[in-house]
């Protein structure tokens, strides 16, 4: 019995005792109760339910991963939970508001667009040209829908992404989640066979929205290529223009979100078109924690390689030991690799000594922010449902 | 020699782990203060510029903003901005001629029924009666450089420049 289970979790930390789950797990349980208490405080039944079930929930998750060593199916339910919840309490709060997922001209002129990280690369340019913000927000909170204002969004993605950097789209992005889900569905997938030079296309996409964007002086994804307008606004279509951009963001929805998630098993979005996650790439080699692939125990079986939700690995890459700068520590070629040969890494140690002790690490910093951000949304979301129920 | 690398390592991914923790409390108000002093605006064509000067009315105000110009290929037009608030002492029917850049002659004269109703639809006409401005025909709000829309307690006409 004991040489099957040295087998099975060769170079594998094995799964943990309950207590010491128990302790690994405190820290965070902590962490998500403190994250819960202004919920908790609300006069709001509702919140407060929504509250203490995102801390539990959040808790729960972390404790599997503590219990079993394995990170992605757990991170999978929160960032599901996230990405489904975050539309409903965004849709119902603006049909509460404005009785319509359109804008109206008077709320961008107002300044209430509200402001989502996706065209932060967008706004550099012509902010550090000009010293405006191509965005019909406001900087600080402007009521209605501006909610905390974009210095708040840019401070908030800001200090998110100095701590997990590229991370920031598994542990915070509150739009993967759908795609996500979709692409856990199917048992199979029926696409198997990618051009991995779809995987330059988000660079594609990236460049031609900053130069756009500094053009047009528009967020030009925003007005034209963004597939979440479709479960939170757009512009409300005043012309055929705007029938046009709608008609886009429906039809990229439900190609990259929906369908092709579930045909390829992939996050297909995030792979082939988000210019955000593009761009937060580059924070991959700011990032202290990394994921490698120890060649000393690879047989190159290429499960890693399949896993993998964004195509981050290649052959090249895995003769490496690396994986490529989209790579958002999913944890995903590191639970499927049946050899313990893909590791979490701290730059700067050697690979695959202590790579616990680096998955911990990284996991306290990321599920952290999953809680103080995403956390809220979930609450918020739980808690705009059970205000129908209750 | 891998030591030194290792604990540089190890230390990078401590203070990383301490700045988690400093984020909800320090660092996101941090760079939230920072943002906010880097001295930018947002764009005028959709906050309307700066106002340069207030005319009072029988009852009620109407500020003049200063003129808005498109930048590089932005597809709309010049425009200058005129609030007319507060809406509760608006008449019926406004028609009113406003001296735009403030040389004592009346540049436009702009006409547009005030609803009861917030929700019923604008639509202004403005009579050119100086040729640096462009003349509407019952607009409603097509662009952001030509439109009449209600805010809050103020009606927002933007009278589209003749470009020149």
């Known amino acids: 019995m004991a040489d099957a289970a040295c087998t099975a979790f060769a170079g594998k930390t094995p799964p943990r005792t309950w207590s010491r789950a128990l302790l690994l797990t405190l820290p965070i349980a902590l962490w998500s109760l403190f994250m819960s208490l202004r919920g908790l405080m609300q006069p709001d039944r509702s919140l407060q339910i929504a509250s203490a079930l995102t801390a539990a929930f959040l808790i729960a998750l972390f404790f599997m991963m503590m219990k079993t060593s394995s990170t992605y199916r757990w991170r999978r339910w929160f960032f599901v939970a996230l990405g489904v919840l975050f539309p409903i309490e965004f849709i119902h709060n603006v049909m509460v508001l404005r009785g319509s997922m359109g804008i109206p001209i008077e709320e961008m002129i107002a300044g209430r667009t509200p402001f989502c990280f996706l065209p932060i690369p967008l706004l550099i340019l012509p902010a550090a040209l000009t010293k405006t913000l191509v965005f019909p927000g406001s900087i600080l909170p402007g009521g209605g829908m501006a909610g905390s204002g974009m210095a708040a969004m840019v401070g908030l993605w800001l200090a998110i992404t100095l701590v997990v950097g590229k991370g920031w789209c598994s542990y ?3 739009f993967g989640g759908i795609e996500e889900g979709m692409a856990a569905l199917p048992k199979k997938a029926q696409w198997k066979k990618l051009d991995p030079r779809l995987r330059l296309v988000p660079w594609a996409v990236l460049l031609a929205m900053v130069l756009l964007s500094l053009a047009l002086f528009e967020p030009a994804y925003c007005m034209w290529l963004c597939p979440f307008k479709a479960v939170s606004e757009y512009v409300a279509a005043r012309n055929t223009v705007g029938l046009v951009q ?3 963001f429906v039809v990229l929805f439900a190609a990259l979100v929906i369908v092709l998630p579930l045909l390829t098993k992939k996050r297909t979005q995030c792979t082939f078109l988000c210019p955000f996650g593009a761009f937060q790439s580059i924070f991959n080699k700011t990032s202290v924690f990394d994921i490698k692939i120890d060649r000393t125990v690879c047989s190159p079986c290429v499960l890693c390689q399949k896993s993998c939700p964004t195509m981050s690995l290649t052959d090249d890459s895995i003769k490496k030991g690396e994986t490529l ?5 999913c944890g995903a070629c590191v639970d499927a690799c049946p050899k313990g040969a893909a590791v979490w890494h701290i730059r700067g140690t050697q690979v695959a000594v202590k790579p616990e002790r680096a998955r911990l690490m990284f996991l306290y910093v990321a599920w952290a922010m999953a809680a103080m951000f995403g956390g809220t949304i979930i609450t918020q979301g739980l808690a705009t449902i059970l205000q129908r129920v209750i | 020699m891998k030591w030194p690398t290792s604990k540089l390592g190890y230390t990078a991914a401590g203070m990383t782990v301490l700045a988690a923790v400093l984020v909800p409390f320090l660092l996101m ?3 939230t ?13 959709y906050s309307g510029g700066p106002t340069v000067r207030t005319i009072q009315a029988d009852g009620y105000t109407i500020t003049i903003h200063k003129a808005v110009y498109p930048h590089l290929l932005q597809t709309e037009k010049p425009f200058v901005q005129l609030d007319w608030k507060p809406v509760s002492a608006l008449p019926q029917h406004v028609s009113d001629a406003v001296d735009v850049d403030g040389d004592g002659q009346p540049d436009v004269r702009v006409s547009f029924d005030v609803p009861k109703d917030p929700k019923t639809p604008l639509r202004v006409d403005v009579d050119a009666l100086n040729l ?14 030509e439109l009449i829309v209600r805010l809050d307690d103020a009606i927002l006409v933007r009278v589209p420049l003749t470009e020149h």
């Open chain 1, 246 to 248: 709608n008609g886009i």
């Open chain 2, 33 to 45: 203060k920072g943002f906010t002093k880097l001295g930018l605006h947002v764009d005028e064509m």
């Open chain 1, 172 to 174: 915070a992005c509150f």
């Open chain 1, 325 to 329: 700068m989209s790579c958002m520590k």
């Open chain 2, 29 to 31: 108000g941090l760079f």
């Open chain 2, 132 to 145: 640096r401005y462009q003349a509407m025909r019952n607009v409603g709000k097509p662009k952001f450089s």
